[in-house]
């Protein structure tokens, strides 16, 4: 299977405030994107997308998409669409169990990446025969692609998913290849 994994285009949100599962707009026109995007992708493939505007908008830009809830971003909880200077030292918290840690009344990137990787088990069992694409957020893509390349989840956090570029992993009984990467 040809997996291409798209991350969303620029948010429209200031730098240095908190947004996760926040349903932000885009600061880079979706349709702009997708034709920078359409000639490195197959003529023909499955689409599907996290139900976040970021993402729905342009994948809707690139086809008809299936949108799934388990691709959004991670959720934030009382942090969402706060600046990281207002939330102060919490963030310490976050950074010495970067996989655990849940902010007030959200998730933890553990908990984002089991329903990621829900996802991708189902994707795996129907065995696709045609190219597949998803547009998501940089969370559930690192996840994913993690996964797939059998690097520790510890590692993942280094897989950085550049807004509005898309990676191609193929996926084969024998194994699975990184083909490129943010093209």
Request: hydrophobic content about 50%.
């Given at each position: 299977?040809?997996?291409?994994?798209?991350?969303?285009?620029?948010?429209?949100?200031?730098?240095?405030v908190?947004?996760?599962?926040a349903d932000v707009g885009?600061?880079?026109?979706?349709?702009?994107?997708?034709?920078?995007?359409r000639p490195?992708?197959?003529?023909r493939?499955?689409?599907?997308?996290?139900p976040l505007?970021?993402a729905?908008l342009?994948?809707?830009?690139l086809?008809t998409?299936?949108?799934?809830?388990?691709?959004?971003?991670m959720?934030?909880?009382e942090?969402?669409?706060?600046?990281?200077a207002?939330?102060?030292?919490?963030?310490?918290?976050w950074?010495?169990?970067p996989?655990?840690?849940?902010a007030?009344g959200?998730?933890?990137?553990h908990?984002m990446?089991a329903?990621a990787?829900?996802?991708?088990?189902?994707?795996?069992?129907a065995?696709?025969?045609?190219?597949?694409?998803?547009?998501?957020?940089?969370?559930?893509?690192?996840?994913?692609a993690?996964?797939?390349?059998?690097?520790?989840?510890?590692?993942?956090?280094a897989?950085?998913f550049a807004?509005?570029?898309?990676t191609r992993i193929?996926?084969?009984?024998?194994g699975?290849?990184?083909?490129?990467?943010n093209r």
């Amino acid at each position: 299977m040809e997996l291409h994994l798209i991350r969303h285009p620029r948010p429209d949100v200031a730098a240095g405030v908190c947004y996760g599962q926040a349903d932000v707009g885009l600061a880079e026109a979706a349709d702009a994107v997708a034709a920078r995007l359409r000639p490195v992708l197959p003529g023909r493939f499955a689409l599907h997308a996290s139900p976040l505007a970021r993402a729905r908008l342009l994948a809707a830009e690139l086809g008809t998409p299936a949108l799934d809830d388990r691709l959004k971003e991670m959720h934030f909880g009382e942090w969402e669409l706060r600046p990281y200077a207002e939330i102060g030292a919490a963030i310490d918290a976050w950074a010495e169990d970067p996989l655990g840690f849940r902010a007030p009344g959200g998730e933890s990137a553990h908990e984002m990446a089991a329903r990621a990787l829900d996802w991708l088990d189902g994707l795996l069992a129907a065995a696709p025969r045609e190219p597949v694409v998803v547009v998501a957020h940089g969370g559930p893509l690192r996840a994913i692609a993690g996964h797939l390349l059998g690097l520790p989840a510890e590692r993942w956090l280094a897989l950085d998913f550049a807004c509005g570029h898309v990676t191609r992993i193929d996926v084969e009984d024998w194994g699975v290849v990184l083909k490129w990467f943010n093209r």
